[in-house]
């Protein structure tokens, strides 16, 4: 069962994958072995899948950012995204409902390149119906996880 503590070493964790444990250990009272133990148990439960760097498709050249909505046949949902996962250029993959059954997000140079992908990798798969691209003009807010309440 997760509790308090491990919410808030989450919460620092997610903030920055590679605060020391004796700064987490100092800030909740508890010793650096208290710390460890708890994050192995997050780790080998599940809880925590992954440590990350968020970065900045701009200053890595990528100047053409999109959320692009695929639709396609209810039978091809699945083999589309899978595929979908397989270009480098797509960072983000996942199923959904509403307005698009699969939502991605696309890193490219301009939107030429993004006219090009579209009509020559996504159009071309079996069952696809409709694709809807939304180019990213600022990002806000860029977190990897989320904050716990």
Do not use: C
Request: proline residues 3%; without cysteine; aromatic residues 6%.
């Amino acid at each position: 069962m997760i509790d308090e503590k491990d919410l808030k070493i989450i919460d620092m964790l997610r903030e920055n994958a590679r605060i020391p444990v004796t700064t987490i250990a100092s800030r909740l009272g508890v010793s650096e072995s208290t710390i460890r133990k708890r994050i192995r148990a997050l780790e080998k439960n599940g809880v925590i899948t992954q440590y990350t760097v968020i970065v900045d498709p701009a200053k890595l050249g990528y100047k053409s950012v999109s959320i692009v909505g695929i639709n396609v046949e209810s039978t091809h949902l699945l083999d589309v995204a899978m595929r979908m996962t397989e270009f480098p250029e797509v960072k983000f993959v996942a199923t959904s409902t509403g307005d698009h059954v699969i939502i991605t997000e696309i890193w490219l140079n301009d939107s030429k390149e993004l006219g090009r992908f579209i009509t020559e990798k996504i159009e071309k798969q079996e069952g696809v119906k409709r694709v809807s691209p939304t180019i990213i003009l600022e990002n806000w807010k860029v977190h990897s996880g989320f904050l716990l309440p």
